[in-house]
DNA sequence: TTGTATGCGTTATCAC
DNA sequence: GTGATAACGCATACAA
């Protein structure tokens, strides 16, 4: 079952010697080239499984100029979102039969041009930076023709563009229409004083509050109102509700559920009833969204798609030479029990507690 | 600030050529060697910083038969516990000036088989398979002399070697401790008929169960009850819980937070109280084990930090020629509102509730 | 159908 | 201090 113990690397020099051709024919009969005969190419195939013989990638990778990887930049792997990001990126890559190199770069710019450095370096087929924070020009121009996914670009410059609308290269969810299905659905129960939460200072942040401004307005239901914690806020859930304790709104679309299941937290410490008192909406849904008390009300994004489609984009842009298209994906909301009527729900009879209900699809 | 756009490649030769030198010149003055002159040394930088150069690790690897590559095997990124190794073990191999390649095997066999052919295949000089099923003796065989290190080994042989005991290059939390400091927590509570709530059929499930039956018996406090669902039921808290109900225990130690807070999810729709009618203990202390309400009683195991061990015990025996040392790290108890008092808590006055305790160290 | 020869970009060994 | 030159392991252009 197990190989022999290789010592010193098994070469395809030697499996060409013990299968008695030349290097180059052992290298053709490996790869399934169809000029080679019959058994020499069996000849071949058995004295490289019996010598243990493993191809060496580097060596390939120096002739062939390309390397079957593919580079993730991500800022954190401990976040949930990012790391599911990450196994759809690996899942989609390993299919294709690609191997993934993962850089955190911490959320911090001179991280992500390390990563593209380390990136080229190895020479990475193609390389996706999510949620990152460089200025997308700048990272196209590092990179010099190597094909380059942008997911949910963090850069300023993006909340600008208007929303829903494509670019080369760039994978994004529909937040906007994430949000904007959140505001309406709190209106529809009657909440008025809707806010917003705001977690960090990133792009997608300020995209967030600034698409929930727009959905109240578009609906001419006042203006929104909004707070704002730290990025790891969340940790601190007492610091999550004192955010808005004092000046409570009746309803609250988070950044995230990270920052929902905090303020869910914080707000039971302080007493205050969820949805009685206050809805609270979440961004993102998390598996653990599903599993709060009360269950949370949130957008869901998907995340893992996202993933897999930014592998499968750089997996088809090296075959052919075309730039990795653009694509704006679409988001739902869940409602849960974080929004539901003023009642808190009685013990629920069978899974009728876990079904949700779809008020908007990009 | 942007280098110059580079279509072909730049390699040394252009950057000796610039620089007026031969190739070996510019290795050497990049690579910072003594010999070189001041003068000169000052040129080839100049001319590689004009040039953009970037040096192709293929290149050098196939040369120095070292590429500053570790590989990481894992089950799957999606899940916290996993992706939060992942997260430890990259910095860690980032700091040392390491590159990360993770492969999801899915918990399964042939998938750790694959990325361990991956690994050789592309010459990392250390590989860490967390969470593997792999036998340990296998993945050594086939690895012939690459520094290897397990992490929490999830293969049968596991179960049976004695508790707290080291093994040269396998990384492991003190579980058995863990599940120890809890029961013994269940019992000072007056709990009685406390059972173990397995999920999944892998080694490590399997061994924690075993911990909790041999603390009962320690303790001659009567057999310990067990239950068992399926892999991914966490996803199903309504599964969950109906594996209890019907026999309902007034203590539950689950497998890991996921399955306590799927628990939890299910006995609240069922109308079961916990922790006055259940007591609930989770294992991991993932960050949202404390955003839970009732908030998670666990066994905090340093996930995060077994994943950096990981790294720096690789990156060491890559320089020492010597095995990565093997260890087992404690865990530490963490009290919350699952296991409290039989009365409910009140509404808690500042971060009172975020109090932990210590009950073991492993 | 197979073999020969060359080069991918680096670094190390040996000269000078 | 610096420069030729060879070698790492593989894949291909060209010959046969």
Aim: contains cysteine; hydrophobic residues 45%; glycine residues 10%.
């Amino acid at each position: 079952m197990s190989d022999p113990p290789l010592g010193e690397r098994v070469t395809l020099a030697r499996v060409a010697a013990q299968a008695g051709v030349s290097r180059a024919t052992a290298s053709r009969a490996l790869r399934g080239d169809s000029r080679i005969s019959a058994p020499t190419s069996v000849a071949v195939r058995e004295a490289a499984l019996t010598l243990g013989y493993v191809p060496n990638l580097a060596a390939r990778s120096l002739r062939a100029k390309e390397t079957h990887a593919l580079g993730l930049v991500l800022a954190d792997l401990r976040d949930p979102v990012h790391a599911m990001v990450a196994a759809g990126f690996e899942l989609e890559a390993a299919k294709a039969d690609y191997t993934v190199i993962i850089v955190a770069a911490g959320g911090e710019l001179d991280g992500e041009r390390r990563a593209l450095r380390a990136f080229i370096e190895r020479g990475t087929d193609g390389i996706c930076i999510a949620s990152g924070v460089i200025e997308p020009h700048e990272a196209r121009d590092r990179l010099g023709g190597v094909p380059l996914v942008l997911l949910q670009p963090d850069h300023a410059s993006q909340v600008t563009r208007s929303a829903g609308e494509e670019e080369v290269g760039v994978i994004r969810a529909d937040d906007a229409a994430g949000v904007r299905a959140a505001v309406w659905h709190l209106r529809e129960l009657g909440r008025r004083d809707i806010a917003y939460l705001g977690s960090g200072d990133r792009a997608t942040n300020r995209l967030r509050g600034a698409a929930a401004a727009d959905a109240m307005r578009g609906l001419n239901a006042g203006t929104l109102r909004s707070f704002q914690v730290a990025d790891d806020a969340w940790t601190r859930p007492r610091e999550v509700a004192d955010a808005l304790i004092g000046a409570l709104p009746d309803a609250v679309i988070c950044y995230d559920d990270k920052t929902a299941l905090a303020l869910l937290d914080g707000l039971r410490g302080s007493g205050i009833d969820v949805p009685g008192r206050v809805a609270v909406v979440g961004f993102d849904d998390i598996p653990f969204a599903a599993l709060s008390n009360p269950r949370l009300t949130t957008v869901s994004t998907p995340v893992v798609e996202m993933g897999e489609l930014a592998a499968r984009s750089l997996v088809e842009a090296t075959g052919s030479r075309a730039l990795p298209p653009g694509r704006v994906l679409p988001v739902e909301l869940v409602v849960r029990e974080s929004t539901a009527g003023y009642a808190r729900p009685r013990p629920l009879p069978a899974d009728r507690g876990r079904r949700t209900e779809v008020l908007a699809r990009g």
